[in-house]
C-alpha cells in the first residue's frame, strides 16, 4: 500500500465550482499533515497545513480525520488561477521528513 | 531572501556520463532534501541532511546516487554512471530543524539521460 494515495484526476471544472479532493495515508504515526500546491513546470509549494479541527483560508478549507486516516480539500468558488496539482502530504514518523502524495490536477476553465 | 538555488536548470547527458546537480539553501535554514519527481512515483525523497550530516538516505535508488553537503550552504547529488531511467526533475529544499512545516523547494533540475 503506498503512503499516500491520492486519486491523480483530472478534476476538470467551471470557474464558480466547488471541488473536493481526497487523500488517506498509512502510517497512523504521522503527526503533521499538508496541502502543497505545483502548477505545471514549477516547484512545489506549501498551501496549508491541515489541522484535526478543520482550517480554513479563504476560499480553501481542510479536514482531517485520523481515525480514519483520511484528509481532504475543498475549494470554493473555482478561479482559473486555481489550476494545478495539489499535493497531499504527511510527515514520517519520526517527523523530520515529508511524504508526497502523486497529487491530484485540477482544470478550471471559463 | 534568494530562495533555495539550484544549478543547472536543465541537463542533457548521454548514458555512462557523471552527472552533478547542486543546491545552495535559504540562508539560516539547516535542513536540506533531495527530491525526484517522475510522471510514473511522483515526488519521492532521496536523502536529507540536518546540520550538514546525512540523516536518511534509504530514498537514494542505488550505488549510483551520492550525496554530499559540505557545509550549510552547498549540496551536491551526484549520479555516475547516468542511466536512462535516471531522467527527472530533481529538487532541493530547505527548511529549520524541527520546521518541516515550512519547507521550501528549489525551482528544480530537469535531467534528461540519453
Known amino acids: 500500500r503506498k503512503e499516500v494515495e491520492q486519486d491523480p484526476g483530472p478534476f476538470n471544472v467551471p470557474e464558480g465550482a466547488t471541488v473536493a479532493f481526497n487523500c488517506t495515508y498509512s502510517?497512523?504515526?504521522?503527526?503533521?499533515f499538508f496541502w502543497y500546491r505545483q502548477d505545471c513546470r514549477k516547484e512545489p509549494k506549501l498551501l496549508m497545513s491541515?489541522?484535526?479541527s478543520g482550517n480554513e483560508d479563504g476560499r480553501f478549507t481542510a479536514q482531517l480525520n485520523r481515525a480514519s486516516q483520511y484528509i481532504s480539500l475543498l475549494i470554493r468558488d473555482s478561479k482559473l488561477s486555481d489550476s494545478a496539482t495539489y499535493l497531499c502530504?504527511?510527515?514520517?514518523?519520526?517527523?523530520?521528513?515529508?511524504?508526497f502524495g502523486k497529487g491530484t490536477t485540477l482544470s478550471v476553465s471559463s | 531572501d534568494a530562495g533555495v538555488i539550484q544549478s543547472p536548470r536543465h541537463e542533457v547527458t548521454e548514458m555512462g556520463q557523471e552527472v552533478t546537480l547542486r543546491c545552495k539553501p535559504i540562508s539560516g535554514h539547516n535542513s536540506l532534501f533531495w527530491y525526484r519527481q517522475t510522471m510514473m512515483r511522483g515526488l519521492e525523497l532521496l536523502i536529507y541532511?540536518?546540520?550538514?550530516?546525512?540523516?536518511?538516505d534509504s530514498g537514494m535508488p542505488e550505488d549510483r546516487f551520492s550525496a554530499k553537503m559540505p557545509n550549510a550552504s552547498f549540496s551536491t547529488l551526484k549520479i555516475q554512471p547516468s542511466e536512462p531511467r535516471d531522467s527527472a526533475v530533481y529538487f532541493c529544499?530547505?527548511?529549520?530543524?524541527?520546521?518541516?512545516?515550512?519547507?521550501?523547494f528549489g525551482p528544480g533540475t530537469r535531467l534528461l539521460v540519453l
Open positions: 502510517n497512523s504515526a504521522s503527526q503533521s
Open positions: 502530504v504527511v510527515t514520517n514518523q519520526a517527523g523530520t521528513a515529508l511524504i
Open positions: 529544499a530547505s527548511s529549520l530543524v524541527g520546521g518541516i512545516e515550512t519547507q521550501y
Open positions: 541532511f540536518n546540520n550538514n550530516v546525512p540523516i536518511d
Open positions: 491541515v489541522y484535526s
